[in-house]
């Protein structure tokens, strides 16, 4: 078990391109998820996915993020025409959720995202 | 919909000492608690959670939370800190019975333990 990886730790971008982060969840993870935090706050909730499924989206996810989970494996998240207000912290946790079972989410280190 | 508030941003104390963090939560529905703490320059880890049973829960390194329905909260303690419980700690709820798992986050309560 390797854990939750995330590419890249850092991602300094100008305002107006589009970045892209992915996201490896544990393997045998059928549940991945998306946040995003700002200095000084706690995460807040972005997207999930149950296996390729994207099951929710949150309000905070404008029409110029998008996510995927093709396979059921890794996701991607994707920020198109960036803006200075979304330089955050994304994170990126899985967890294995069939009935009865630990619903404890393990996050990765997460992706800085800086736009200038 | 749900929120979750942590009071205290800062909580400094003497190494040795107790520590109380506390952590209300608003819900329509039950709840699943939880707290994450985040050491200095480290991802998000499970400290400990709250789902049924007896609401008194234990994490390995001697924090306990205890869940009391009536006052909607899930304070943090610790009879005794070290200096290595420096940290920002994050208080998490998501919906008990739906099977939406999404978490809530308060904004952090940043535990500064001192000599």
């Known amino acids: 078990d390797t854990g939750v990886s995330q590419d890249p730790r850092h991602k300094i971008t100008k305002r107006g391109q589009n970045v892209t982060f992915r996201c490896d969840p544990i393997?045998?993870?059928?549940?991945l998820y998306w946040y995003r935090q700002t200095l000084g706050q706690g995460p807040e909730f972005l997207t999930y996915?149950?296996?390729?499924?994207?099951?929710?989206k949150s309000r905070l996810l404008s029409d110029r993020f998008s996510a995927e989970r093709p396979k059921g494996s890794f996701s991607t998240l994707e920020i198109q025409r960036t803006e200075q207000g979304d330089s955050a912290m994304y994170l990126c946790?899985?967890?294995?959720?069939?009935?009865?079972?630990?619903?404890?989410?393990?996050f990765g280190p997460g992706t800085r995202l800086t736009v200038t | 919909a749900q929120s979750v508030t942590q009071l205290d941003s800062q909580v400094p104390v003497f190494e040795e000492a107790p520590v109380e963090l506390r952590c209300n939560y608003s819900?329509?529905?039950?709840?699943?608690l939880f707290w994450y703490v985040q050491y200095p320059n480290q991802g998000l880890q499970l400290l400990l959670k709250?789902?049924?049973?007896?609401?008194l829960v234990e994490s390995i390194n001697g924090f306990e939370a205890e869940f009391n329905k009536s006052q909607t909260s899930f304070h943090l303690r610790k009879p005794s800190v070290h200096i290595s419980d420096t940290a920002e700690y994050f208080c998490?709820?998501?919906?008990?019975?739906?099977?939406?798992?999404?978490?809530?986050f308060g904004s952090g309560t940043r535990l500064q333990v001192q000599p």
């Open positions: 946790a899985s967890s294995l959720d069939r009935a009865g079972k630990s619903y404890e989410q393990y």
């Open positions: 393997s045998e993870h059928n549940r």
């Open positions: 996915f149950q296996n390729e499924a994207q099951l929710e």
């Open positions: 819900s329509s529905v039950s709840v699943y």
């Open positions: 709250y789902l049924s049973g007896s609401t």
């Open positions: 998490a709820v998501s919906e008990g019975d739906t099977g939406r798992r999404a978490l809530t």
